[in-house]
């Protein structure tokens, strides 16, 4: 009697492309993936890349640590999606092999608490987590603020979208300048409630960095969230302005 895995493996992939598809839609949870992957061990090294290409982890200092020891794992990461989850009555315990890559890539600096229950987490805590995985192209980063100076630089990422997030205007060039291959910047801004150490910053100061420092940007999706949102007159000469440069330029609310 034929079995599942009497199956050649193309006909395998092609059930586990099938089975990936479910789960991005919503028919299948991640879970049955990672359920099919345990089953043996032809079915786990095939679901791999369908497990890693688009992941959400709940603790993205856990991930590095499985990114930095399995870069045969890292390689099929793509897409990123990450949440400030700590939590006060949550011990913050940071895998050695996380610290250690960060001692060898960084020059000796050490990683922090990644946030707080009212705060944000910092981009820069994520350096050892791009560096292990090279070939991410798209992430999406809720709850996150300040850039700082950090040594990886991101050619690979095409998209990033900030949701809920705080940086000024000066992290937002240098953000630009350490992707210089991004195509989409979306940005949903905390309004500076949330973090109030840094100051968000305006559509002129977005403009300006842009381009500046965004020689590839085809897309600009922009809500500052905040009582000082910009006139209509402001906006359509910014829009103006982005169109000249190739960027589709939009203003929630507008």
Known sequence: MRTLLSLPVEILEAILEAVSSLVSSSDLSFQDLVALSKTCKLLHSLSLHHIYNDISPYHHWLLARTLITRPDIAQFVK????ECSWSESEEVDFPPEVDDYWERKAEGHSYEKPGDPDGMTDFWTLEPLFIAAPNIEEVVLQRF???RKTKAELRQL????????????KELGRLLKLCPNLEELIFASSGGSVFLDA???TLAEAKEEILTN????????????SD????????QAAREEFAERGIRFELVGH
């Open 79 to 82: 897409q990123l999606s990450l």
């Open 145 to 147: 603020s300040l850039i």
């Open 158 to 169: 095409k998209r990033i979208e900030f949701v809920w997030s705080c940086i000024d205007a």
């Open 199 to 201: 100051e968000p910053f």
């Open 214 to 225: 965004a020689p590839t940007l085809k897309r600009f999706r922009l809500d500052l969230r």
């Open 228 to 235: 000082e949102e910009p006139g209509e007159n402001e906006f």
